[in-house]
T-cell receptor
Framework: GNSVTQMEGPVTLSEEAFLTINCTYTATGYPSLFWYVQYPGEGLQLLLKATKADDKGSNKGFEATYRKETTSFHLEKGSVQVSDSAVYFCALSSIIQGAQKLVFGQGTRLTINP | KAGVTQTPRYLIKTRGQQVTLSCSPISGHRSVSWYQQTPGQGLQFLFEYFSETQRNKGNFPGRFSGRQFSNSRSEMNVSTLELGDSALYLC????????????FGPGTRLTVL
């Protein structure tokens, strides 16, 4: 079945450091790929997405490129801020009977120190 | 536009009881999906409803059930609660198409004692 493997956390960085969170997937067909972010006490917010190979999703300084050849969708940010501290989830969509089902990675807790 | 709302936000129950959680989707959204989030298993798909019909179901026991009303509001029910059902239950709404974004609510934190 479809699955997502995400870099284990927690990850702790200093402000302005470069961030990479690795994500690889296993899927049949051509799923859409997503990064969601979860702040303490809140639900998930879509951070960025890519719907086909070589697409680059970007938002708030974060980027991820859909790499079909390596089945990867790594999240990057050039200079992190304290406000980026959160849990990040990589996900893919499975389409079953016309309905979209999200399959998530385990999540990576990111802490940014000032 | 109001976001996805879930009630209650927090719930404490004891083993053997049953519980009903509610989700009100974004206005105009006809699809509601439910997910369970636990530290051990992460985020797992429970089921999805579209126009009052369950289209998709995850790998959970029959104690977990749901329904959707004509106004697209959805409820999920868990009967005969077990300690392992303690989790954050998230619902997400969307327009219902294959590529429509899912918008998540804040979740209901269920604790089973």
């Amino acid at each position: 079945g479809n699955s997502v493997t995400q870099m284990e956390g927690p990850v702790t960085l200093s402000e302005e450091a470069f961030l990479t969170i690795n994500c690889t997937y296993t899927a049949t067909g051509y799923p859409s790929l997503f990064w969601y972010v979860q702040y303490p006490g809140e639900g998930l917010q879509l951070l960025l997405k890519a719907t086909k190979a070589d697409d680059k999703g970007s938002n708030k300084g974060f980027e991820a490129t859909y790499r079909k050849e390596t089945t990867s969708f790594h999240l990057e940010k050039g200079s992190v801020q304290v406000s980026d501290s959160a849990v990040y989830f990589c996900a893919l969509s499975s389409i079953i009977q016309g309905a979209q089902k999200l399959v998530f990675g385990q999540g990576t807790r990111l802490t940014i120190n000032p | 536009k109001a976001g996805v709302t879930q009630t209650p936000r927090y719930l404490i129950k004891t083993r053997g009881q049953q519980v009903t959680l509610s989700c009100s989707p974004i206005s105009g959204h006809r699809s509601v999906s439910w997910y369970q989030q636990t530290p051990g298993q992460g985020l797992q798909f429970l089921f999805e409803y579209f126009s009052e019909t369950q289209r998709n179901k995850g790998n959970f026991p029959g104690r977990f059930s749901g329904r959707q009303f004509s106004n697209s509001r959805s409820e999920m029910n868990v009967s005969t609660l077990e300690l392992g059902d303690s989790a954050l239950y998230l619902c997400a709404s969307s327009l219902g198409g294959q590529y429509n974004e899912q918008f998540f609510g804040p979740g209901t934190r269920l604790t089973v004692l």
